[in-house]
């Protein structure tokens, strides 16, 4: 039972470079997001995704792009790396059947770094 | 001020230890959830709760909702509890969780 799964787990990238960060579930859930984690400070919301076919802003979303590709992926893509976006990337999941605010399934991270 | 506030923000326990966590927020919410992260790992869903009190093994959650507080416990605290311990809160009608930053636990053999 894999759960929730990104790939890649490491990425270096140089300014300017970009890059797609996949993440697949596997449980059905509706609900997807991604955050990012950075030292001091809490998970903060890049972007989610409420159900397949739609995706909303989190409260960090300048710099990234994100697509719901069926009910399982969604990934996040860094148009144009900068060293600001140095972080450990977080996809996860919640079922949110009619009431959201579900548990959280998160993936394993994904830390990148941009140079 | 971060709407989800805990404490400490570090704690060192000797093994076997009874240890409190705390977790307050500033508004209404429709769960509280307590979540654990190992050094250089992923994120895992320990309890979410809405009212009373759960318990797991080892661990004990309990909310109140009166006074917007939650405490997560450890019993017979083990070295393999070192992680950092997540607070979060989820509200009705969004589907947004807001994270508090984190209480990073040492047990000492």
């Known amino acids: 039972n894999a759960g929730v799964t990104q790939t890649p787990k490491f990425q270096v990238l140089k300014t300017g470079q970009s890059m797609t960060l996949q993440c697949a579930q596997d449980?059905?859930?509706?609900?997807m997001y991604w955050y990012r984690q950075d030292p001091g400070m809490g998970l903060r919301l890049i972007y989610y995704?409420?159900?397949?076919?739609?995706?909303d802003k989190g409260e960090v979303p300048n710099g990234y792009n994100v697509s719901r590709l069926n009910k399982r992926e969604f990934s996040l893509r860094l148009e144009s790396a900068a060293p600001s976006q140095t972080s450990v990337y977080f996809c996860?999941?919640?079922?949110?059947?009619?009431?959201?605010?579900?548990?959280?399934?998160f993936g394993e991270g994904s830390r990148l770094t941009v140079l | 001020k971060n709407e989800v506030e805990q404490s400490p923000q570090n704690l060192t326990a000797q093994e076997g230890e009874f240890i409190t966590i705390n977790c307050s927020y500033s508004?209404?919410?429709?769960?509280l959830h307590w979540l654990q992260q190992h050094p250089g790992g992923g994120i895992v869903s320990l309890f979410m709760?809405?009212?009373g009190k759960k318990k797991h093994g080892r661990l004990i959650a309990t909310i109140n909702i009166q006074e917007k507080h939650s405490s997560l416990h450890i019993t017979a605290s083990h070295p393999r509890d070192s992680a950092v311990y997540i607070c979060?809160?989820?509200?009705?009608?969004?589907?947004?969780?807001?994270f508090g930053t984190g209480t990073r636990l040492k047990v000492l053999a």
């Open positions: 996860a999941s919640t079922v949110n059947r009619g009431a959201p605010g579900g548990e959280l399934f």
């Open positions: 449980m059905n859930h509706n609900s």
């Open positions: 995704s409420a159900s397949e076919g739609t995706t």
């Open positions: 508004v209404g919410i429709s769960a």
């Open positions: 709760l809405s009212s």
């Open positions: 979060a809160v989820s509200y009705k009608g969004t589907y947004k969780y807001i």
